[in-house]
């Protein structure tokens, strides 16, 4: 299965959100003439963490580019001290599963 890569930023780590941008296309299933829906949750797992995570809409009800389960998130950024400038990494192991783990930046 192909892992996606999101790089955090400042906002990211202030906030305990993560950006899923890069595979939101992966949990929509387009059916022939039919417009896919937008998801409605998302499964990450990080070692002993998990989470379904609703994802958010927006006003005119498409799927917000990031989660924030604030819990999840946070002792996640804890147990990797991630900090801005490293890579999440979503290995998918399923439709709509994800195990997260944290590429650190390369020092400059």
């Known amino acids: 299965m192909p ?17 899923i941008t890069a ?3 992966r949990l929509t299933e387009p059916v022939e003439g039919v417009p896919a ?3 409605r949750a998302i499964r990450l797992d990080y070692k002993g963490l998990k ?6 809409k927006s006003q005119h009800g498409r799927p917000r580019k990031f989660i924030r389960e604030r819990d999840f998130v946070k002792a996640f950024f804890e147990s990797t001290a991630a900090a801005v400038g490293d890579t999440v990494l979503f290995d998918e192991v399923g439709p709509g ?3 997260l783990d944290l590429r650190k930046a390369v020092a400059a």
Do not use: D, M
Request: no cysteine; aromatic share 10%; net charge neutral.
């Open 97 to 99: 599963h994800f195990r």
């Open 51 to 56: 989470v379904t995570a609703e994802i958010p």
């Open 37 to 39: 829906k937008p998801p």
């Open 23 to 25: 595979v939101l296309g």
């Open 3 to 19: 892992v996606y890569e999101s790089q955090l930023t400042e906002g990211n780590l202030k906030n305990s959100h993560i950006y």
